[in-house]
């Protein structure tokens, strides 16, 4: 089952999606799973599409398994499903350039791009990075906004719980794949160490963190890795009617950013080239929140 907008007018989230969908060409939203990402995406398009915008979307979950069940990407399988170093930069850097050609294809103010970059782990992180290329002015655009969703503590709660339900009774595909709480809350203990290394949190406040989600330390840290970035804090208070339908389906038309054959090919073979020890690229990975 689909459904349409169940923001309620009146509420503040309304108001800042409404905002995006008249001010942004592109939308990005950051977070870790299981803090209303998706759900906001899903959102976004239906109030874009509404509006007569053409919606497309960049989202991590469809465009990495187009990678990993490549040829070159076989040889680089999840492992306790958790997505292989090279292919999380290979994406990334698929991303950063496929972003720069939507915008050069679609200049159009009716057209909208709404993308999923979670960051953490290294999931088109380079999204976040500022680097001299011809993307650059476009990620660095007022235009392009860096939405960060943050739960409250209840909200959190009641996410982690729909999760566990959705992983038992999934009404989409993708939710089989979603991250149980178990995941979510290593996750989170590996965040507060992001926090703590960038200096955005005190030793005391990590070691009380570290068991349970934090919105504070949870929006310090992420406003920190989008520090180059045009960034809007979205608090989420209100546990929204999603019982019925999933964030996954979506009632509008869309088109999907995918990378070709070839494109895969390429960035994993440059992945490849560039990493030749796994240990190296491991760091890497370990340490997404550390802008290069």
Known sequence: MTAGVVVPKESPVYAA????????????????????????IHQLAHLAHERGRTVHLLQWD????????????????????????????????????????????????????IGETPFVGHRFVELARP???????????????FVIPIPSREVRRHLE??????????????????????????????????????????ASESHEAAGEYDPMIYQRTYARVLSRRHVLVLPLEEILP??????????????????????VRRWIGEVEAAYPDSDVLRRVTDQWYVSQ
């Open 131 to 145: 680097a001299a290329d011809g993307t650059e002015p476009v990620l660095a655009a007022a235009s392009t906004r």
């Open 62 to 113: 469809v465009a990495r398994p187009v990678f990993e069940s490549s040829e070159p990407g076989s040889r680089y399988p999840q492992v306790n499903g958790v997505t292989h170093g090279v292919i999380r930069v290979a994406a990334g850097r698929w991303a950063r350039e496929a972003v720069g050609r939507w915008h050069a294809n679609h200049s159009g103010r009716q057209h909208i791009l």
């Open 17 to 40: 999606l409404t905002e995006l969908v008249r001010e942004g060409r592109l939308v990005f939203f950051a977070g870790l799973p299981g803090t209303g990402k998706s759900l906001m």
């Open 242 to 263: 999603t019982a019925s339908f999933s964030a996954y389906d979506f009632g509008v038309p869309h088109t999907d950013l995918l990378p070709t054959v070839d494109e």
């Open 161 to 202: 719980a729909e999760r566990e339900r959705r992983a038992r009774r999934p009404l989409h595909e993708r939710e089989k794949e979603d991250a149980p709480p178990q995941v979510l809350r290593g996750l989170w203990r590996q965040f507060v160490v992001a926090g703590r290394n960038l200096g955005v949190t005190q």
